[in-house]
């Protein structure tokens, strides 16, 4: 413990598995202080490059005073092209980001209750050009992303932030089956 979980990659932040507030469950915590900038805590989990995935991941604040800011990372191939699918805790707001040549330009927002002090449930859907948004079983609508390229997956947090993020999940998207 203390540690990030072996095979994956810290991009930036300081990240260790920690015991949650219980003592029972082991979870993946950013625990680093804020970064230079507006520069993201990222980390990358050991899995090869795709484009097309159904990804999860459980998020809860855990912290006061920085950005609750926490999220998926997906098509990540290099610090200049990636996807970034982020909850804001706090004012309760999902965002989705494409970085791409180093610009970072927002692709669609979504305004909805994110449970405070709770675990919550950030799912995405990627296949073709089409990413579906879900947040605690809810759908919260469909992005078309410009030139989709094959990437690797990850974890982000806020500035500074202290969240929690168990549970990760990516997989193949279901065969014959609609996004989603």
Same mark, same amino acid.
């Given at each position: 413990?203390?540690?990030?979980?072996?095979?994956?990659?810290?991009?930036?932040?300081?990240?260790?598995?920690?015991?949650?507030?219980?003592?029972?469950?082991?979870?993946?915590?950013?625990?680093? *202080?804020?970064?230079?900038?507006?520069?993201?805590?990222?980390?990358?989990?050991?899995?090869?490059?795709?484009?097309?995935?159904?990804?999860?991941?459980?998020?809860?604040?855990?912290?006061?005073?920085?950005?609750?800011?926490?999220?998926?990372?997906?098509?990540?191939?290099?610090?200049? !092209?990636? !996807?970034?699918?982020?909850?804001?805790?706090? *004012?309760?707001?999902?965002?989705?980001?494409?970085?791409?040549?180093?610009?970072?330009?927002?692709?669609?927002?979504?305004?909805?209750?994110?449970?405070?002090?709770?675990?919550?449930?950030?799912?995405? !859907?990627?296949?073709?050009?089409?990413?579906?948004?879900?947040?605690?079983?809810?759908?919260?609508?469909?992005?078309?992303?410009?030139?989709?390229?094959?990437?690797?997956?990850?974890?982000?947090?806020?500035?500074?932030?202290?969240?929690?993020?168990?549970?990760?999940?990516?997989? *193949?998207?279901?065969?014959?089956?609609?996004?989603?």
């Amino acid at each position: 413990m203390g540690e990030p979980p072996r095979g994956w990659e810290a991009l930036s932040g300081r990240w260790a598995v920690q015991l949650d507030e219980d003592g029972r469950n082991r979870v993946l915590v950013q625990t680093g *202080p804020p970064l230079p900038g507006f520069d993201l805590p990222a980390i990358l989990a050991p899995t090869p490059l795709v484009r097309d995935l159904r990804a999860a991941v459980k998020v809860k604040p855990a912290g006061t005073g920085a950005f609750e800011t926490m999220g998926l990372i997906l098509r990540w191939r290099d610090p200049g !092209t990636m !996807t970034i699918v982020r909850v804001e805790g706090t *004012p309760g707001r999902i965002w989705l980001d494409r970085v791409q040549d180093g610009q970072r330009s927002l692709r669609a927002g979504n305004i909805t209750p994110v449970h405070g002090n709770r675990w919550n449930i950030l799912r995405v !859907t990627a296949q073709g050009d089409w990413l579906n948004l879900f947040l605690n079983g809810q759908f919260l609508g469909g992005v078309r992303e410009d030139d989709p390229v094959p990437g690797r997956v990850g974890l982000m947090a806020g500035p500074g932030a202290r969240v929690l993020l168990d549970d990760f999940l990516m997989e *193949p998207p279901a065969t014959g089956a609609a996004p989603g």
